[in-house]
T-cell receptor, first 112, second 112 residues
Framework: NAGVTQTPKFQVLKTGQSMTLQCAQD?????MYWYRQDPGMGLRLIYY???????DKGEVPNGYNVSRLNKREFSLRLESAAPSQTSVYFC???????????FGSGTRLTVV | GESVGLHLPTLSVQEGDNSIINCAYS??????FIWYKQESGKGPQFIID?????DKRQGQRVTVLLNKTVKHLSLQIAATQPGDSAVYFC???????????FGTGTSLTVIP
């Protein structure tokens, strides 16, 4: 049982480049989330999908887009990367409200 | 937005001693709380949770205490071991919310 799988684990982008971070879960969870983690700022929500077919903005959505491809997969896209998007990105999933998250191992992104 | 804070950013304890990590939350409507542990280079890992209808919950070597009157949460780790060295986050989920809000974390170092 793999849980939440994120790819890639590391990525270096040049300013202005685009990329998609992939996330897949095999726990049949309904809700999926993308967070970014920066030093001293904890985890901040970028976007989430409460159920298949829905997506909503979180605290810091600017510069990102998401796609809930199916119940298993939730991708995060950076259309034009900026140095401010250098961070560690975590995908998480849960069965629904009032349940805890299961996190992936993260993607460390550097934008130069 | 939500505000979840920790009283101490760092904590050092001797191996075998008990550790106490504190957390303050601001939303009185939050009814579900989780403590996560994050080791270096890994995603946050669920430790223990507590719902607002409880004051205390115990797990293996860990206890979470919830004081709703002062909106305070604490994590107690008994007989702290070197493997407990990590960053610990508290997270709150408001009753009507679709997400958890995370604190900035406390770094626990266990001295052998």
């Amino acid at each position: 049982n793999a849980g939440v799988t994120q790819t890639p684990k590391f990525q270096v982008l040049k300013t202005g480049q685009s990329m998609t971070l992939q996330c897949a879960q095999d726990m049949n969870h309904n809700s999926m989330y993308w967070y970014r983690q920066d030093p001293g700022m904890g985890l901040r929500l970028i976007y989430y999908s409460a159920s298949e077919g829905t997506t909503d903005k979180g605290e810091v959505p600017n510069g990102y887009n998401v796609s809930r491809l199916n119940k298993r997969e939730f991708s995060l896209r950076l259309e034009s990367a900026a140095p401010s998007q250098t961070s560690v990105y975590f995908c998480a999933s849960r069965t629904g409200e009032n349940y805890g998250y299961t996190f992936g191992s993260g993607t460390r992104l550097t934008v130069v | 937005g939500e505000s979840v804070g920790l009283h101490l950013p760092t904590l050092s304890v001797q191996e075998g001693d008990n550790s106490i990590i504190n957390c303050a939350y601001s939303n009185s409507a939050s009814d579900y709380f989780i403590w996560y542990k994050q080791e270096s280079g890994k995603g946050p890992q669920f430790i223990i949770d507590i719902r607002s209808n409880m004051d205390k919950r115990q797990g293996q070597r860990v206890t979470v205490l919830l004081n709703k009157t002062v909106k305070h949460l604490s994590l107690q780790i008994a007989a702290t071991q070197p493997g407990d060295s990590a960053v610990y986050f508290c997270a709150e989920n408001p009753r009507t919310g679709n997400q958890f809000y995370f604190g900035t974390g406390t770094s626990l170092t266990v001295i052998p």
